[in-house]
């Protein structure tokens, strides 16, 4: 919102959420029901147009967000080094309600006037004209317009909600209160609109100058340059007659220079154009591939991931996948040839660039889902993704890379035992995480528990649990017998086997489970029990009357910057142990890789996370 927000600032369809788009809903119904019943001399072709360039716009501003997001997030050739938050994310996740707004007057327009109807493919005097007119009167009126929306009455009524956004990203560009986008659209539409009425235009000129405003708008706010000096230095006067995204984002840190539209023209003639342009233009394109001190290697989960991640859908990103969206069985073609890509090539690629202290930190992602981590075939393969991007971090100077998710499975590389093995003069340390994990399950046990029980999969997290939770005076309680011995072996005295026993019964009220916990097991629970996973994925809620704690992660301090997505089920703001971790051994330069059998100490990086202030979590998130 604006700091003081003005008349008609909220969109008319705000109350309808999600739901928003039933308002073009009668129009598409319309349009394509004509176009299938009319006859093929007299139905209108334009109205067809009209619906795949609402598409076509939707498709071509997620592509600007995704490749500027990946561009950020690598650091190369960016503007402004400075941090997004969940707050901008909330704040632009009605970036669509312009193309919604347009749709409207689109369909309006073609069904009241003639000259919008049954419109050629091309014509050059059209063209010629929205040219002309978007070259003169278009950018000279915007100029004057931008500079009355900085006028303080304006600008805290209107204006401000757009500049709220220091550090842009391409949909920054149409995030406007309501009557502002009134305003805009009236502006452009007088080249538009004069074709029509003369009878000149074509579905190119329409089309054309739509798909041209989009593109210079989110050239204007990827935060990252790409225009290529050459293109000045061979035509000089290009640079009065097309801006660069460096140009347009110190508007939004200086806000009281370049005011231009896409030609920066009147800036220079009206002496509002900033005299650190050119220096800062030079010094982005120069600007460097980062290179961080920790990295966490994951990889994706669900095939409807690619939405769900930071380079995908910011508002989908923005919240925990637990669940999928109804709308997104529409994108299921795109979604399924993904999954083929990803089988036949697939390279790891940085996803987030996060910001702690002075501590860089970046994400990178395998292109393999969890279906294919359970593929026999598909083992080696993953293998040499990983390792080569431990090698690729050995190479930028990587202190410290943790391995998230299943990249860390114990039957894949023995929780990444088998990369040192290959590579030891490795100077990247590798963490898979497991003493933070053991550390956060055991500080979730509430206090004054004197018995636990574990349920699934006993693996090393369960072993080394079972031995703190020995150690610590609390009985355990295991169902198999191999695991009894396993851990009795491991107990250092006779006093700590009298806290381990087998037992077939379920009444216990403490829960420790890991993956496999079986739906049987589940439906045996005595009511209230506390089911805690130290499980890497969640165990499936089947029962109404248990109490279900989110699996191991810690809430972060507000010093870990640029966090404006969510880590797959977690809520905001809230990271899993094993990505912690890998950020505590770099803050304090623990100079040790917790591989395989090694789990570091279970006390020590328990106290570096309370004193960094990474917060526990003591309850249960749906």
Known sequence: MAAT????????????????????????????????TMDVNTRDSTTILIFLLLLTRMLHNQIWISFSRYKTAKGQNRIVDKNIELEQVDRERNWDDQIILNGLVYYLVNYYFEGAQHLPIWRLDGVTIVIVLHVGPVEFLYYWFHRALHHHFLYNRYHSHHHSSIVTEPITSVIHPFAEHI??????????MTVVLC???????????????????????????????????????LKYIMYTPTYHSLHHTQFRTNYSLFMPFYDYIYGTMDKSTDMLYEKSLTQKEESPHVVHLTHLTTPEAIYHMRLGFASLASKPHTSSKWYLWILSPVTFLSMLITRVYGKTFVIERNVFKDLKLQTWTIPKYRTQY????????INGL??????????????????GLLNQREEFNNSGELFIRRNPKLKVKLVNGSSLVVAVVVNNIPRGTTQVAFRGNFNKIACYLALALCQKGIQVVVSREKDYETLKSKLNSVDDHDKLIISHVYSHKIWLVGEGLTKEEQMKASKGTIIIPYSQFPPKKLRKDCVYYTTPSMLTPKCLENVDSCENWLPRRVLSASRIAGILHGLEDWN??????????????????????FSPIMKSFT
């Not at 659209?185 to 538009?192: D, E, T």
């Not at 359970?374 to 393969?381: A, K």
């Not at 090698?391 to 890379?401: F, I, P």
């Open 374 to 381: 359970l593929m026999q075939g598909q083992r080696q393969t």
């Open 592 to 613: 040790v890789n917790e591989c395989g059998e090694e789990v570091f100490n279970i006390d020590k990086i328990w106290d570096a996370s309370i004193r960094h202030g």
């Open 386 to 403: 990983i390792e080569d991007a431990i090698l690729d971090a050995e190479a930028k100077g990587v202190k410290v890379l943790t391995l």
């Open 183 to 192: 305003a805009y659209f009236a502006l452009f539409a007088i080249p538009l």
């Open 199 to 237: 009878g000149k235009a074509s579905m190119a000129t329409v089309a054309g100058y739509v798909m041209y405003i989009d593109a210079m708008n989110n050239m204007g706010h990827c935060n990252f340059e790409f225009i290529p000096k050459s293109l000045f230095v061979m035509f000089p006067p």
């Open 5 to 36: 927000p003005g008349f008609l600032t909220n969109w008319p369809w705000k109350p309808l959420g999600n739901f928003k788009y039933v308002v073009l809903v009668p129009w598409v119904v319309k349009s394509v029901y004509d176009f299938m």
